[in-house]
C-alpha cells in the first residue's frame, strides 16, 4: 500500500519532443506527490509538486497531470532538450516520508 | 545560502570494517532523512528525525545501521561491520518544520570491497 510504480524504467526521446513518466499509488491518503530531477553524482532536486485539490500543475515547460480516481500522476516535459536528460522519481506522502517510484532514466538525443 | 552538504564524498572500505557518514543540514531545518540508493534503484527510506522527537528508525536495514542527530543539527549515520550489500549512495535531507520539500545532499558514494 506504500508503493509508488513509475514506470517506464528509460526513455529516450528526440530534441523538441514530449517526455512522458507515470507513476501509480494505492495509498489514497497520500495528498503531496512531488517529482525530484537526479543528474548523476548529484542528489535529487525538487522539480515540481501538485496536491490532488488540483489536476494539473504547469511550471515552464514542466506539467503534472493528476488523476484522483485512477490514483495515477503523470509528469510531462514539452519541448525536451539535452539538458533535460537526467534521472526522474516521482514520490507521495501523506506526512513526514516520501514514498519514491524506483526511477525512470531520460536521454533527450539532440 | 547554503545547501545539504555531506562528508566524505566516496569512502571505500573493507567487509567487516565501521564506517560513519556525516551530513549537515541546511540550517534552520527541523526535519533530516536518510536515504539509500542502490545502483539503478530508487531512494530506499532509513531514518528520519524532527526535532527532537525520538526518530523514525523503521527503514534501518539490519541492527548495524545507527544514527543519531546532535544538537538538533549535524547527523552521523553509522554502519558496523559492513557487508558489500552495503554499498550504494547514502543520501541526506533535510526540510523545515512546515514544508514538505526535501532538500538533498550530493550523497555519499560507499563501496565495501
Known amino acids: 500500500q506504500q508503493q509508488v510504480k513509475q514506470s517506464p524504467q528509460s526513455l529516450i526521446v528526440q530534441k523538441g519532443g514530449i517526455s512522458i513518466i507515470n507513476c501509480a499509488y494505492e495509498n489514497t491518503a497520500f495528498d503531496y506527490f512531488p517529482w525530484y530531477q537526479q543528474f548523476p553524482g548529484k542528489g535529487p532536486a525538487l522539480l515540481i509538486a501538485i496536491r490532488p485539490d488540483v489536476s494539473e500543475k504547469k511550471e515552464g515547460r514542466f506539467t503534472i497531470s493528476f488523476n484522483k480516481s485512477a490514483k495515477q500522476f503523470s509528469l510531462h516535459i514539452m519541448d525536451s532538450q539535452p539538458g533535460d536528460s537526467a534521472t526522474y522519481f516521482c514520490a507521495a506522502t501523506n506526512g513526514n516520508k516520501l514514498v519514491f517510484g524506483a526511477g525512470t532514466i531520460l536521454r533527450v538525443k539532440s | 545560502g547554503a545547501g545539504v552538504s555531506q562528508s566524505p564524498s566516496n569512502k571505500v572500505t573493507e567487509k567487516g570494517k565501521d564506517v560513519e557518514l556525516r551530513c549537515d543540514p541546511i540550517s534552520g531545518h527541523t526535519a533530516l532523512y536518510w536515504y539509500r540508493q542502490s545502483l539503478g534503484q530508487g531512494l530506499e527510506f532509513l531514518i528520519y528525525f524532527q526535532g527532537n522527537s525520538a526518530p523514525d528508525k523503521s527503514g534501518l536495514p539490519s541492527d548495524r545501521f545507527s544514527a543519531e542527530r546532535t544538537g538538533g543539527s549535524v547527523s552521523t549515520l553509522t554502519i558496523q561491520r559492513t557487508q558489500q550489500e552495503d554499498s550504494a549512495v547514502y543520501l541526506c535531507?533535510?526540510?523545515?518544520?512546515?514544508?514538505?520539500?526535501?532538500?538533498f545532499g550530493p550523497g555519499t558514494r560507499l563501496t565495501v570491497l
Open positions: 535531507a533535510s526540510r523545515t518544520g512546515w514544508d514538505n520539500e526535501q532538500f
